[in-house]
């Protein structure tokens, strides 16, 4: 079995003016659908980055990868490094982490073929990762503080959200919607006295959801460990309160809230100094640039031998990605947190089905493969869509400045 051809579609999603402390989601969030055809015709399909340094990874690694067998997953590693030799990162400069090229393409690529050889055996992909310990997998409801509109849209149906007592709101809407069983705030955007008070008037509304924080290093260490004073006994996990490992240890040695990260832990280089200063407690895993399905779910091994937890990261993303996180997450026994994403934001997709939650959760599909087909119709609008934007990177920081043209990108914010 060889593979004999690779599309490489970039799609533009449309995504809300949500905030986080780096500005504010663009009208589109890019992403690129991977098709790898094998020459009997079967097709794997995959979800990466959009921007414009992964989607030139992808389309370089691309012909390297014409004539490989699809289940021969280390050589596609050695061929994607070998066509990527001055591999480098794949974030814009408005970024606060980076991920490595070669890791986010040999991702990119793994899955479709994992896909394909679920395909083959008929079996699903989490039976290829060592089988599902769980049947359906829980995700978090993600909150953001927002803006009511795009500049020259009309109001969408969330509404502006920029004050405690609308983010409750929020979250009951998510709740009823989806079902979540726990929540996570996007932080660092409001001043922290007004994101503790949001926190507590959440934590009043839903007694019995793990709450999360997650500014994404927008702190000060000093601004972290006052909140983190105040949210004691009150959240599951803090997400990067505060940017880089010895800022996190600081953090985390003067509160017993564990703290979380997909920003200081992106690799496993990391992982043995995250350990030996105890600034990371949880590592969020994430597929698309931990280096795949598998590697993922050695990330959960190597965290279960240092009694570290393992959550998922999320980005803005379609139902392709959702699948992969399902099946990697079901596979992953110690996985014990409900995975974020950002679904419920994007509202529309490229698959035949797209996924609905039932009470926060979502089935393992039964595949095989990832158990999801392609909506031609739609991956066409979402093809045009990106053409006829003028989006090629993602650039919180520029467009809130459309909003505020003296708004300045400072991490730590507050
Ligand atoms: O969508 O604004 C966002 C998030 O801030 C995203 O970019 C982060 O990567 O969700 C992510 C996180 O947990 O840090
Ligand atoms: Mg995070």
């Known amino acids: 079995m060889r593979i004999a051809e690779i599309r490489l579609t ?3 999603i449309p995504d809300k003016p949500l905030l986080n402390c780096k500005g504010v989601h663009q009208p589109y969030a890019l992403r690129t659908v991977i098709e790898v055809i094998c020459a009997d015709g079967t097709v794997g399909l995959g979800e990466s980055y959009g921007s414009i340094k992964a989607l030139e990874g992808l389309r370089r690694a691309a012909p390297a990868l014409v004539g490989l067998d699809p289940f021969h997953l280390h050589a596609l590693k050695s061929r994607v490094a070998a066509a990527l030799p001055e591999g480098g990162g794949i974030n814009a400069k408005s970024a606060v982490a980076d991920h490595k ?16 050889q679920g395909k083959v055996l008929g079996r699903p992909v989490a039976d290829l990762l060592g089988g599902a310990v769980r049947e359906t997998v829980p995700f978090s409801a993600y909150l953001f503080f927002k803006f009511g509109a795009h500049i020259g849209q009309v109001e969408d149906e969330w509404g502006e959200v920029l004050t405690p007592d609308q983010m409750v709101g929020e979250a009951r809407r998510m709740v009823a919607a989806h079902g979540f069983k726990s929540l996570k705030l996007k932080g660092g955007v409001l001043h922290p006295d007004l994101e503790i008070e949001t926190m507590l008037k959440l934590r009043e509304a839903f007694p019995h959801h793990p709450l999360r924080i997650d500014p994404n290093g927008g702190w000060t260490v000093e601004t972290a460990i006052y909140i983190a004073r105040k949210l004691e006994g009150v959240l599951e996990y803090l ?6 490992m010895d ?9 017993s809230i564990p703290l979380a990260t997909n ?21 969020l895993s994430d597929h698309h640039y931990w280096g795949g399905l598998r590697a993922s779910t050695h990330l ?18 379609l139902g ?13 026994p110690n996985l014990s947190y409900d995975c974020d994403t950002h679904y419920p934001w994007t509202g529309t997709d490229v698959i035949d ?4 939650f039932r009470d926060g959760s979502l089935a393992v599909p039964g595949g095989p493969g990832l158990g999801v087909t392609l909506d031609r119709t739609k991956l066409g609008e979402l093809a045009a869509v990106y053409e006829a934007a003028s989006i090629r990177e993602r650039d919180d920081t520029a467009y809130m400045k459309q909003f505020d043209p003296g708004y300045e990108r400072r991490v730590p914010r507050w």
Do not use: W
């Not at 392709?320 to 992953?332: E, G």
């Open 320 to 332: 392709i990605t959702l699948a992969a996180m399902v099946h990697v997450a079901s596979a992953t």
């Open 300 to 317: 959960g091994k190597v965290c279960d031998v240092l009694d570290m937890g393992v959550s998922m990261h999320s980005n803005s993303h």
């Open 247 to 255: 800022a996190m240890a600081e953090v985390a040695a003067a509160t």
């Open 101 to 116: 090229l070669v890791d986010v393409v040999t991702s990119a690529f793994e899955v479709p073929c994992m896909d394909i």
């Open 263 to 283: 920003m200081v832990v992106l690799e496993f280089d990391q992982i043995a100094e995250a350990y030996r200063k105890r600034a990371v407690k949880i590592v």
């Open 10 to 12: 970039p799609v533009a």
């Open 239 to 244: 997400e990067d309160p505060v940017i880089g």
């Open 353 to 356: 089905e797209p996924f609905a």
